[in-house]
């Protein structure tokens, strides 16, 4: 059978299979929130509120996690970023029941806003808890509605949506290198997270390309992988944080 | 038997027989009527609708529409408006599907199972049960609408030829869930509406007016020829076999959305046996309630005796025991295995804030299968109905538990959370109990309740056959 003519970049080309993930300093971050907001921005995830956020209903799509260790005086505070893992083998992807949810060729875990009907299966199924709600319709504090991203949709009510890598960016690289007739390299595509890290603490990368700055990274000793034991295979790689994350 | 209508002749017969015991007294009392006794007997409290009867309509009419209004509140400001969150996605609405789908099983349990048992105390009783699995049905059909955040898009579930040219996923359990409670829905109307056909032609020929058209309609010309019951009587033998798996099916299936997760506590092989034998057991309870109200209000003291709710309290005795057996063998393995969460799940369950809703649940579940092993209080209707109604408030909650309490807790202990029921999410519970008490009223108005030529036909069963000089009670085999 001949093949149709694709309107859109061919990303499930064989010479160009591509893994992206995400490695996480834990003895860098500190904790600032800094890639929360630079989410939101790029983003436009609607701003909660106070009042929903006690309740459980922040939209983060990257949440920085504090845990406290130790008893009073010698309390250390530990933090951990935790963003959707795109795990290979997601327990969100099956249940959906309007493939809202899918697995792109390059190892994303899509969320296709305008299939979801809103049964929050997905949300229940992820061991992270990392998929967020639109609970209403979105609100944007003045002046933030003037810096809504343009390429990226606002989302309706009662729809689930989650980290998506920043997919406009790596599909912009893509078209950009493809103007340019070369090949997409290794720090070309940042999501807003990792731009926004004054520690660099978060690396993104092809797990791919072995010579990836995230690749190398993630061969290390400190590398671990969140919940690994539940066999979900995620793309985000921890390096266990030490005496220095205090 | 002090309240029988026809107790003089009750005791008459019991002097001239003092060995028949009260239960066979009670079969043949019903032997000697005639087919026009009966008739009216079933027929006379339809048309009864007094005050009190239009009083409860108008309440439940009055929360209906609240409910309507809550609903409509939540689809026009979005699913916020309920009390769900992050990590808690699913609350109230859900564990209420699951108490509905529960309370459903009891009907085909009752008529399909002892149906094909032939099991002879099943006849008075089918009717309500089969009544009861329909319309707790149409209210567990509701939630899976009420909860979705765009309803407007339900139709996206439906697997339609659309312009996004996709299938719905039938990988989801929710897939399986939609085509699970159709199927059960539609057999359990038609099994329903199958065995009415006969009824239905004897309410036509014994009223005048709207009734008499309706019933002409929907009685479908039925005669009672031979060839007629031959064919009812088939219909009725395929159906009770096809519907068991079915029935199966539904439980298991809806215990497969949360056991096919890897959600803690959820993730149970034995989920899809448990949720059926509680299903059996909160539904057997909601079916003798029930029959217990209802053959008090329409004053169906004669068809509906202690030895039915004798033998249907020994069934929901049965069914305890099952779910008893079946909770411990789960909760046994996940307490010892003692993984760290379970732990925190099953310390909070037992000690910690859930507590007074898992000993609630563990008081009204485990009490009355004590209490039903004595048949003086299975033969007391005031006993067994205060029993029936402590279970369902215990299954209810024990549902509840399932879905709320194992998602306020899991892996990453920074997402944990609370969760509390909003007016909205309590409104639109209530109407789905008032829509199922207005239904089951109406229906019992317009319906002859109790299936009269099943009556008719057991009554064939017991008679006294002269022998000489002694009456001797004789069971004949039908069928």
Same mark, same amino acid.
């Given at each position: 059978?001949?093949?149709?003519?694709?309107?859109?970049?061919?990303h499930a080309?064989?010479?160009?299979?591509?893994?992206w993930?995400m490695v996480?300093?834990l003895?860098?971050?500190?904790?600032?929130q800094?890639?929360?907001?630079?989410c939101?921005a790029e983003?436009?995830?609607q701003?909660a509120g106070e009042?929903e956020?006690?309740?459980?209903?922040?939209?983060?799509w990257?949440?920085i996690?504090?845990?406290?260790?130790?008893?009073?005086?010698n309390v250390?505070?530990?933090f951990?970023p935790?963003?959707?893992?795109?795990c /290979?083998?997601?327990?969100c992807?099956?249940?959906c029941?309007?493939?809202?949810t899918?697995?792109?060729p390059?190892?994303?875990?899509?969320?296709?806003?305008?299939r979801?009907?809103?049964t929050?299966?997905c949300g /229940?199924?992820?061991p992270?808890?990392?998929?967020v709600?639109?609970?209403?319709a979105p609100?944007?504090?003045e002046?933030?509605?003037q810096?809504l991203?343009?390429?990226?949709?606002?989302?309706?009510?009662?729809?689930?949506?989650?980290c998506?890598?920043c997919?406009?960016?790596?599909?912009?690289?893509?078209?950009?290198?493809?103007?340019e007739?070369?090949?997409?390299e290794?720090?070309?595509i940042?999501?807003?997270?990792?731009?926004?890290?004054?520690s660099s603490?978060?690396?993104f990368g092809?797990f791919?390309?072995p010579d990836?700055?995230a690749?190398?990274?993630?061969r290390?000793n400190r590398?671990?992988?969140?919940?690994d034991?539940l066999g979900?295979?995620?793309?985000?790689?921890?390096?266990?944080g030490?005496e220095t994350?205090? | 038997?002090p309240?029988?209508?026809r107790?003089e002749?009750?005791?008459?017969?019991?002097?001239?027989q003092?060995e028949?015991?009260e239960?066979?007294?009670?079969r043949?009392?019903l032997?000697?009527?005639?087919?026009?006794e009966i008739?009216?007997a079933?027929?006379?409290p339809?048309?009864?609708?007094g005050?009190g009867f239009?009083i409860?309509?108008?309440?439940?009419?009055?929360?209906i529409?609240l409910?309507m209004?809550?609903?409509?509140y939540?689809?026009?400001w979005?699913?916020?408006?309920a009390?769900?969150?992050?990590?808690?996605?699913?609350?109230?609405?859900?564990?209420t599907?699951?108490?509905?789908?529960?309370i459903?099983?009891?009907?085909?349990?009752i008529?399909a199972?002892?149906r094909?048992?032939?099991a002879?105390w099943?006849?008075?009783i089918?009717?309500?049960?089969?009544?009861?699995t329909?319309?707790a049905?149409?209210?567990?059909?509701?939630?899976?609408l009420i909860h979705?955040?765009?309803v407007?898009?339900?139709?996206?579930m439906l697997p339609?030829?659309?312009?996004?040219?996709m299938?719905?996923n039938f990988q989801?359990?929710?897939?399986?869930?939609?085509v699970?409670?159709?199927t059960?829905l539609?057999?359990?109307?038609?099994?329903?509406?199958?065995a009415?056909?006969?009824?239905?032609?004897?309410a036509?020929d014994?009223?005048?007016?709207?009734?008499y058209?309706?019933?002409?309609i929907f009685?479908?010309?039925?005669?009672?020829?031979e060839?007629?019951?031959?064919?009812?009587?088939?219909a009725?033998r395929i159906? /009770?076999?096809?519907?068991i798996?079915?029935?199966?099916?539904?439980?298991?299936i809806?215990?497969?959305d949360f056991?096919?997760?890897?959600?803690?506590r959820?993730?149970?092989?034995?989920?899809?046996?448990?949720f059926?034998?509680g299903a059996?057991?909160?539904?057997? /309870?909601?079916?003798?309630?029930?029959l217990?109200?209802?053959?008090?209000?329409?004053?169906?003291e004669?068809f509906?005796r202690?030895?039915h709710?004798?033998?249907?309290?020994k069934?929901?005795?049965?069914a305890?025991?099952?779910?008893?057996?079946?909770?411990?063998?789960?909760?046994?393995v996940?307490?010892y295995?003692?993984?760290?969460?379970?732990?925190?799940?099953?310390h909070d369950?037992?000690?910690?804030e859930?507590a007074?809703?898992?000993?609630l649940?563990?008081?009204c579940?485990?009490v009355?299968?004590?209490?039903?092993?004595s048949?003086?209080?299975?033969?007391?209707?005031?006993a067994?109905?205060i029993l029936?109604?402590a279970?369902?408030v215990?299954?209810f909650?024990?549902?509840f538990l399932?879905?709320?309490?194992?998602?306020?807790?899991n892996?990453?202990?920074?997402?944990?959370?609370?969760?509390k029921?909003t007016?909205?999410e309590?409104?639109?519970v209530?109407?789905t109990?008032?829509?199922f008490?207005l239904?089951y009223?109406?229906?019992s108005r317009v319906?002859?309740?109790?299936?009269?030529?099943?009556?008719?036909?057991?009554?064939?069963?017991?008679?006294?056959r002269?022998?000489g000089?002694l009456?001797?009670?004789?069971?004949?085999?039908?069928?």
């Amino acid at each position: 059978m001949a093949k149709a003519a694709k309107p859109y970049a061919d990303h499930a080309d064989p010479d160009q299979l591509r893994r992206w993930g995400m490695v996480v300093d834990l003895d860098r971050c500190t904790g600032c929130q800094a890639c929360v907001v630079a989410c939101h921005a790029e983003n436009n995830i609607q701003i909660a509120g106070e009042d929903e956020a006690l309740i459980g209903r922040t939209l983060h799509w990257i949440r920085i996690e504090r845990y406290w260790e130790g008893e009073y005086p010698n309390v250390k505070a530990r933090f951990m970023p935790v963003l959707c893992q795109q795990c /290979s083998a997601a327990p969100c992807e099956p249940v959906c029941p309007v493939f809202a949810t899918y697995h792109t060729p390059d190892g994303l875990n899509a969320q296709v806003y305008n299939r979801c009907i809103g049964t929050r299966y997905c949300g /229940s199924a992820c061991p992270y808890k990392v998929r967020v709600y639109n609970w209403f319709a979105p609100e944007f504090p003045e002046p933030m509605e003037q810096q809504l991203n343009p390429d990226v949709s606002v989302r309706q009510r009662g729809i689930i949506e989650k980290c998506s890598f920043c997919i406009q960016r790596i599909r912009r690289a893509d078209l950009d290198a493809s103007l340019e007739e070369r090949e997409v390299e290794d720090g070309d595509i940042q999501p807003a997270c990792v731009q926004s890290c004054p520690s660099s603490a978060l690396i993104f990368g092809n797990f791919d390309d072995p010579d990836s700055h995230a690749a190398r990274l993630a061969r290390g000793n400190r590398a671990f992988r969140l919940l690994d034991q539940l066999g979900t295979d995620p793309a985000v790689i921890y390096l266990k944080g030490g005496e220095t994350n205090a | 038997m002090p309240d029988l209508s026809r107790s003089e002749e009750s005791a008459s017969m019991g002097s001239e027989q003092p060995e028949l015991s009260e239960e066979l007294q009670g079969r043949l009392l019903l032997a000697e009527r005639t087919d026009k006794e009966i008739n009216e007997a079933v027929l006379r409290p339809m048309f009864q609708t007094g005050l009190g009867f239009w009083i409860l309509i108008g309440i439940l009419v009055a929360i209906i529409a609240l409910g309507m209004f809550a609903w409509g509140y939540q689809i026009r400001w979005g699913m916020g408006t309920a009390g769900i969150n992050q990590p808690v996605y699913w609350g109230l609405y859900i564990a209420t599907f699951i108490f509905w789908v529960g309370i459903s099983h009891a009907g085909t349990m009752i008529s399909a199972v002892l149906r094909l048992l032939k099991a002879d105390w099943r006849r008075p009783i089918t009717r309500g049960a089969e009544a009861m699995t329909a319309f707790a049905l149409l209210m567990a059909a509701m939630y899976p609408l009420i909860h979705l955040g765009r309803v407007w898009k339900f139709y996206w579930m439906l697997p339609y030829p659309n312009s996004r040219l996709m299938w719905p996923n039938f990988q989801s359990p929710l897939m399986w869930d939609m085509v699970a409670i159709f199927t059960y829905l539609i057999g359990s109307m038609l099994y329903l509406y199958l065995a009415l056909i006969p009824d239905l032609a004897m309410a036509r020929d014994h009223t005048g007016g709207w009734r008499y058209k309706f019933y002409r309609i929907f009685g479908l010309g039925w005669r009672g020829t031979e060839g007629e019951w031959h064919k009812l009587g088939q219909a009725l033998r395929i159906f /009770s076999v096809i519907i068991i798996p079915v029935f199966l099916s539904v439980h298991s299936i809806v215990s497969w959305d949360f056991a096919v997760t890897i959600q803690p506590r959820w993730h149970s092989t034995i989920f899809a046996p448990y949720f059926v034998i509680g299903a059996v057991y909160s539904g057997l /309870s909601a079916l003798a309630a029930i029959l217990i109200i209802v053959r008090k209000t329409m004053h169906l003291e004669e068809f509906l005796r202690s030895e039915h709710f004798d033998a249907l309290g020994k069934l929901i005795l049965v069914a305890g025991l099952g779910w008893f057996y079946f909770w411990f063998s789960g909760f046994i393995v996940e307490w010892y295995g003692n993984e760290p969460v379970v732990r925190e799940l099953i310390h909070d369950e037992i000690t910690g804030e859930l507590a007074p809703l898992f000993w609630l649940q563990m008081v009204c579940n485990v009490v009355p299968i004590l209490l039903l092993f004595s048949k003086r209080i299975r033969t007391k209707p005031w006993a067994l109905l205060i029993l029936a109604l402590a279970i369902n408030v215990g299954m209810f909650t024990e549902r509840f538990l399932i879905v709320v309490g194992n998602l306020q807790r899991n892996y990453l202990p920074f997402n944990w959370g609370e969760y509390k029921p909003t007016w909205v999410e309590i409104s639109v519970v209530a109407m789905t109990f008032a829509g199922f008490v207005l239904l089951y009223a109406l229906f019992s108005r317009v319906i002859p309740y109790v299936p009269v030529w099943e009556i008719k036909e057991g009554r064939l069963r017991y008679s006294l056959r002269r022998i000489g000089r002694l009456l001797v009670p004789t069971a004949a085999e039908i069928e």
